[in-house]
Nanobody
Framework: VQLVESGGGSVQAGGSLRLSCAAS????????MGWFRQAPGKERETVAAINWTGGSTYEADSVKGRFTISRDNDKDTVYLQMDSLKPEDTAIYYC????????????????????WGQGTQVTVSS
């Protein structure tokens, strides 16, 4: 499966962006998915995760109440709606898929995922 992120860009603080992660190749509708981000000089950080049905989700404390993860399995696409953006949200955002069967769980650690997109830059100015 190949993952392609889109929707990144530059926005002022308080603005919104919606990231998309489209899966191609084998259908991703049975995969747990996650969004991660990495700012310059920092480690990769978990942002949000979702199980394959979309019925169970996780958002990190740093984004809770501002970001929402969702998926449309008919389109093999996972979304990250980002509202009330802050300068500290500036980073490259990556989506990831966990291809081994994972039941109804979501996963929050980067090393639990085995497929990664190329990333999309999000820049928030003050």
């Amino acid at each position: 499966v190949q993952l392609v992120e889109s929707g990144g860009g530059s926005v002022q603080a308080g603005g919104s962006l919606r990231l998309s992660c489209a899966a191609s190749g084998r259908t991703a509708r049975r995969y747990a998915m996650g969004w991660f981000r990495q700012a310059p000089g920092k480690e990769r950080e978990t942002v949000a995760a979702i199980n394959w049905t979309g019925g169970s989700t996780y958002e990190a404390d740093s984004v809770k109440g501002r970001f929402t993860i969702s998926r449309d399995n008919d389109k093999d696409t996972v979304y990250l709606q980002m509202d009330s953006l802050k300068p500290e949200d500036t980073a490259i955002y990556y989506c990831a898929a966990r291809t081994p069967y994972s039941g109804l769980h979501y996963f929050t650690a980067p090393d639990e995922y085995d497929r990664w997109g190329q990333g999309t830059q999000v820049t928030v100015s003050s």
